[in-house]
């Protein structure tokens, strides 16, 4: 799974193209400085939280082990709560289960905000 995302950083202002297959995660706001303005593209799925395990590791106290996913069904993405503690917001509303997400959604987990596009 790890070998399926590509964290960009080379140049955090770089657009990248995404085909159809993939998506990205664009970390807008982080209490994490390494992760700020980072861009990660994947396909099928990325999980997030504490976890050396995880896509994309979140080194925050308000993030669990494994905190969330995304991944791929019925040719959409799916944002999923995996029951963490302080809970995984889109759009500033915090998530009871999964839901579809579209070009633009803002996912909030702990201290970092990213933009899902596709």
């Known amino acids: 799974m790890k ?3 590509k964290p960009l ?3 955090a202002y770089a657009k990248v193209e995404i085909t159809n297959e ?9 209490g994490d400085e390494s ?5 990660f593209i994947f396909s099928d799925e990325l999980m997030v939280g504490r976890s050396p395990q ?3 590791i979140i080194n925050d106290n308000f993030v669990s082990h494994n905190h969330a996913r995304i991944y791929m069904l019925n040719n959409q993405y799916v944002l ?7 809970g995984t917001y889109l759009n500033d509303v915090r998530l009871d289960g999964n839901t579809y997400l579209q070009t633009g959604d803002i996912i909030t987990i702990g201290t970092v905000t990213f ?3 596709r």
């Open 3 to 5: 070998e399926d995302v």
């Open 22 to 30: 993939e998506a990205g995660l664009v970390v807008l706001n982080s």
């Open 80 to 86: 999923e709560d995996l029951g963490s503690a302080n």
């Open 35 to 39: 992760l700020l303005n980072q861009e």
């Open 115 to 117: 933009e899902f596009t």
């Open 54 to 56: 995880s896509d994309i």
């Open 9 to 11: 950083i080379e140049d």
